[in-house]
């Protein structure tokens, strides 16, 4: 702390990072359990995929900086018609099929720089045994029951539906559909409508957005009809337990993942793990019925209890249109990462699309963005600064004593920019608050031009020295509030002032610095056509 003599007010320079209810205040105890979908394996991750993780993987690290204990799972969804389709058109079995796609999106994480504690297949062993135990539950439950499905097929989206359900001759999620008979099982899902109706009422944040929330609720007020759970017209996925004529449904595979990664059925008292009560799913918006009906009524009938929230976000397009592998605009994220790091990629990802909203991933935009905001504004403060100190300070400076009204003002500043930033996590407003913190590092370029401590080198070295602290203690703050997004940048300009990004402590009175590399080097904006961030097919 610094004592202001004229104001007589002691001065913190630092934020401590600490448990903060008020910020994430619907969690009910310091675990979490934070998951991604899982990803089928039908085609190569793109940057849609990237955008779910890279999300994930910023709350997980923004938690854990809080406090909270987390555990945070991703994996790939293996089984179903459409993926038996896509291994057989390459002349391949779906279990070598699934193996390379399953493990490409698996070598995206360390790329992604993701934090995961799990990658679940749900062709794993483990699982297999989840999805069991869990048919039986319901079968014990009196939950299911075996009938004939007649019906419109999706099979790119793995769902049937209603004649009067199509748009265009196609499924309401944009799939060609074909006409099925089949004998199969059903789960009673239309048992669930009040349930399912009462738990929204009583948990009114389950749904994130609202709006996602409004169309469900009135989806499920036209009626629910009985679910068919099982297929008997392909063989690849997991066989139901007594009748292995029928594979069980892959949506019902696919969402007990999150039941296999929780350690279930060993660990099958679900109600009473801290993790279950703290369960967030993020999905993007197509898939919000399957997490937010489908998935509590499934643990409703085996008694468990429904997570805490399914979050969902909107859709990116690629430079204005759905990315297509036809188009040739799939965008992929590894590439992105090799040509400018990972961080750039997540603070893109996280600073360009209003979460919730959809939005456009465009190459130039991505470069405008990086140049301007991550090498310009805060890569060349944090740059500038240590640079100054290890030249000019021989490396170490000191804590001011005193401080004169600027500095506090600025200081003052710089820390409701990150209380504001913080205050947009418990809404997932995650561009809004790096919008914040951009503000933050623009208030500290603005105060060192103001103080101009190059100027100060020749006429007051003691006030040089006070301003390029004062103006180093913020670069900490906001470097620690940024951690989350841009983990390895952050940790470089951490170890730069000897300080560790992820450590609750206080800027020490001396600062022994080391000069930084170049954060985020400048892009040549003059021919962009030679970044190749295009998948190939
Ligand atoms: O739906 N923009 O898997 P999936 C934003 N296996 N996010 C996108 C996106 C885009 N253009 N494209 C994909 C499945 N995503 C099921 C899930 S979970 C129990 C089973 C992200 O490979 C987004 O999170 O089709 C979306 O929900 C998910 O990838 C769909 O992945």
């Keep these: 702390m610094g004592l202001n003599i004229s104001l007589g007010i002691f001065i913190n320079h630092d934020i401590l990072w600490i448990y903060d209810k008020h910020i994430l205040d619907f969690i009910m105890s310091k675990k979490i359990f934070i998951t991604t979908p899982i990803y089928y394996v039908n085609a190569k991750p793109h940057i849609g995929h990237a955008y779910t993780t890279v999300v994930c993987d910023v709350y997980a690290r923004f938690c854990r900086m809080m406090g909270y204990d987390v555990k945070f799972s991703t994996g790939t969804d293996e089984h179903g018609k459409k993926i038996e389709h896509s291994a057989t058109k390459l002349n391949q079995n779906p279990e070598e099929f699934v193996n390379n796609i399953s493990q490409l999106f698996k070598d995206l994480l360390p790329i992604l720089n993701i934090s995961n504690d799990d990658f679940i297949r749900t062709t794993e062993e483990r699982h297999i045994k989840t999805v069991h135990h869990f048919w039986n539950k319901l079968q014990d439950n009196g939950y299911i029951y075996l009938g004939e499905y007649k019906g419109w097929y999706d099979i790119r989206n793995e769902a049937y539906f209603e004649e009067n359900e199509l748009i265009d001759g196609k499924s309401p999620l944009g799939g060609e559909v074909t006409y099925m008979v089949e004998p199969c099982y059903f789960f009673k899902l239309s048992a669930f409508e009040d349930k399912l109706l009462k738990f929204y009422e009583e948990n009114p944040d389950f749904i994130f957005p609202i709006s996602r929330r409004n169309e469900i609720i009135s989806f499920i007020k036209q009626g629910l009809q009985d679910l068919s759970i099982s297929r008997s017209t392909f063989s690849w996925g997991i066989p139901v337990p007594n009748d292995p004529k029928h594979v069980v449904y892959v949506w019902l595979d696919a969402l007990t993942n999150y039941l296999t990664v929780n350690g279930y059925p060993e660990n099958e008292n679900q109600n009473n793990d801290e993790y279950w009560q703290n369960t967030l799913h993020f999905v993007g918006k197509e898939i919000v019925r399957f997490h937010a009906l489908y998935w509590p009524a499934f643990l409703m009938a085996v008694g468990i209890k429904p997570p805490k929230q399914i979050v969902s976000h909107g859709w990116w397009l690629s430079e204005g249109e759905k990315m297509s592998k036809s188009l040739g605009n799939v965008q992929d994220p590894a590439k992105y990462c090799k040509l400018f790091g990972s961080d750039a990629l997540r603070y893109y990802l996280l600073r360009e699309l209003p979460f919730g909203a959809d939005g456009n991933f465009s190459l130039n935009n991505f470069i405008n963005r990086y140049n301007s905001v991550l090498a310009n504004s805060y890569g060349n403060l944090c740059n500038r600064v240590i640079s100054f100190i290890s030249k000019y300070c021989n490396n170490t400076i000191n804590k001011p004593l005193v401080e004169t009204g600027d500095d506090i003002n600025f200081i003052e500043q710089v820390k409701a920019c990150i209380n504001e930033s913080f205050d947009n996590i418990r809404s997932y407003a995650f561009h809004k608050y790096l ?72 800027l020490p009175n001396t600062v022994t610095v080391r000069t930084p590399e170049v954060l985020f080097p400048r892009l040549d904006t003059n021919d962009i056509s030679k970044f190749d961030v295009y998948a190939s097919n």
Excluded: F
């Design 435 to 506: 919008e914040k913190l951009e503000n933050a590092v623009t208030l500290s370029n603005q105060y060192l031009d103001n103080q101009k401590p190059w100027l100060l080198r020749n006429s007051d070295i003691k006030r040089m020295e006070d301003v390029l602290y004062i103006t180093l203690a913020q670069i900490y703050n906001i470097t620690r509030a940024l951690y989350p997004v841009i983990p390895i940048s952050a940790k470089k300009v951490c170890n730069s002032i000897g300080m560790d990004c992820n450590v609750n402590s206080e």
